[in-house]
Every structure is written in C-alpha cells, then in structure tokens.
C-alpha cells in the first residue's frame, strides 16, 4: 500500500462510531490530494476499517452502499437528519468528526517509540479488555498468536501477551516499572464516550470525585485501570 494510502486508512481507523467525515476533511487534514483521491483509497482499501464513516459531504452515505452504511449508522447512534428511523442522510452538523491534527510521522526516525510490549497474567481477559480499548483508539489488530496479540497504529505497534515466561502476581503501577501509558484520545466528548463505555470492557475509572481533571484544571483526561492493574491516561485535545 503506497504511502498516502495507508496514511488514509490510519485516519478512517480512528473515527469513533457514531461520527463520519467527508471525503474532503481528510484530504484537507493530510494535506494532499482531494475528495477523489480519498475516494480512490476507500474503494481499495477500505473494507478493512469503517468505510461507512466516510461519506459524501452533504451527509448522504458512499455511493453503492447507501442501505448497508444506514445500519451502521442506527447501530452505532449517528446522528442523522429526521432521526435514527427515518434519515437517510448523517446530521453533519453534529456527526461530523473533527480529525486531530496530524503529528510528525515517526517512519523509523532515530530516537522514536518503536512499540510497547506489555506482559499479563490472563489473556483472555487483556485481549477483551485491551483489545476494545486500543479499537477505539484507532488501532488496528495486526497479529494474534493465541498467547498473544500485535495492535498497530501507523509504524507503532502495542503487544500484549502472555506465556511460561510471564511471573505470576498482578501488575503494580506504584512499583518500579511501569506507571501507565498515556494516549492522546481526541476530544473532550471523545473522552467522555469511552470512559461510557469502558465499564463494559473491564475497565475501571480511576479518581472518579476527580475525573476529569484529576490530572489538574487545565488537563481533562481520564484515568482507567484494567482487572491487572495496568493504567492508561487518556489525553483530551
């Protein structure tokens, strides 16, 4: 996949649901190529991520799958005019996703993160717990070996995994080692809609007579902790 594909396809990957973009604002938020080209890229590529969050840029869905992208959309609570029963076509005034601003690509440079390996005791449950959260992150699952899962996003990859080699005892984020992991997570409403969600996923909110500025007035962020004790910050703007 050529470079502007993939870069494409990191963005749709990171639209959370209930949101959509035109095929424009990522043109416009790559700053290359236009609509078309974007287009170009989905119909190729784009049955891997959410196509049906990229759209026409007066709401109605991509061309040829009108019927399928509706579904999603009800699914998924999008906003659309005349409401989830009768619309046909996203609300873009309030649907409409605000793409972050693009960050330097790393691309093997000398001194960047390369990945994060991460071990824990039960699999299972850090694949389900994990695995939701890195999903609504915009990442996507490049490998799964059984004991183990790769979640790429862009040239950084997360492992977790688990095997005879991992020591027993839950993880302890006031020991040496490890402390947490921060993520930038969008906006403040992009925040929030994980946070909703995480108690289903295992997720734990950390500092609640805090959130969301446990971190300080000026830093809405929220903190979740997993059944291993793992923490993560997610980052608003």
């Known amino acids: 996949m050529e470079d502007y594909a993939q870069r494409v ?47 026409r840029a007066d709401g109605r869905p991509p061309q040829g799958h009108d ?20 619309g046909g076509r996203a609300d873009m005034a309030t649907a409409r ?23 824990v005791g039960d699999i299972i449950a850090a694949k389900r717990e994990w695995g939701w959260l890195l999903g609504r992150l915009g990442y996507r699952l490049g490998d799964d070996w059984g004991h183990g899962q790769a979640w790429e996003l862009g040239p950084l990859y997360i492992v977790i995994e688990s095997g005879p080699d991992v020591a027993p005892g839950r ?3 006031v020991r ?27 997720w734990t909110l950390m500092f ?11 830093h809405y962020a929220a903190y979740l902790e997993s059944t291993e004790g793992f923490e993560v910050e997610l980052v608003a703007g």
């Open 9 to 55: 396809i990191e963005v749709v990957a990171q639209i959370p649901p209930g949101r959509v973009v035109a095929y424009g604002d990522i043109a416009r938020a790559l700053g290359e190529g236009g609509a078309r080209n974007v287009g170009t890229v989905m119909s190729r590529y784009g049955s891997d991520v959410p196509w049906w969050r990229v759209i």
């Open 176 to 202: 040496p080692g490890l402390n947490h992991l921060a993520f930038h997570a969008g906006s403040r409403g992009d925040v929030d809609a994980v946070v909703g969600d995480s108690a289903e996923s295992g």
């Open 97 to 119: 996703w605000s793409i972050p601003a693009a960050s330097p690509r790393a691309d093997g440079s000398r001194g960047a993160l390369h990945h994060v390996e991460l071990w």
């Open 171 to 173: 993880h302890d984020r």
């Open 208 to 218: 609640p007579d805090r959130h969301p500025f446990a971190g300080g007035p000026d």
């Open 67 to 86: 019927a399928i992208a509706i579904e999603h959309w009800r699914a998924e609570g999008t906003p659309m005019v005349r409401g989830l029963i009768d």
